[in-house]
């Protein structure tokens, strides 16, 4: 069993910045993959940021490459979500999600650990 728990969430305006982050459960930390999805009123839940905790690969969709990263500390158990030049289209609750062993594909279903959800609301 994985537990996730987020943080960091809040409202910018738009070119402003977030960190969010996430802690996992102390025991189950290493061979996971840690993932950063957000979901949009109306759309469906996408995948926006993949990192195996293990050797610290990552992946970052197309749409938020050069402006968010996902990086760990693994002495705190935690990953984040760095968010630079933000727009109104990341608007989302942002979910951590995990599973164990390296990264899938970043989709809903190759993950079966999900946090509660912080909202990012991004204004023009």
């Known amino acids: 069993q994985v537990q996730l728990v987020e943080s960091g969430g809040g409202s910018v305006q738009a070119g402003g910045s977030l960190r969010l982050s996430c802690v996992a459960s102390r025991y189950t930390y290493s061979n ?17 940021a993949t990192l195996f905790t ?21 002495a705190k158990n935690t990953v984040y979500l760095q ?6 289209d ?6 951590c999600a995990a599973t164990y062993g390296r990264c899938p594909d970043m989709v809903v279903l190759g ?10 609301t991004v204004s023009s």
């Open 90 to 95: 990341d608007t989302a609750m942002y979910y």
């Open 83 to 88: 968010m630079n030049n933000l727009k109104p």
């Open 111 to 120: 993950f079966g650990y999900w946090g509660q959800g912080t909202q990012v």
């Open 54 to 74: 293990f050797d610290n690969s990552t992946e970052h969709a197309d749409s938020v490459k050069g402006r968010f990263t996902i990086s760990q500390d693994n």
């Open 32 to 48: 996971l993959c840690m993932g950063w999805f957000r979901q949009a009123p109306g759309k469906e839940r996408e995948g926006v």
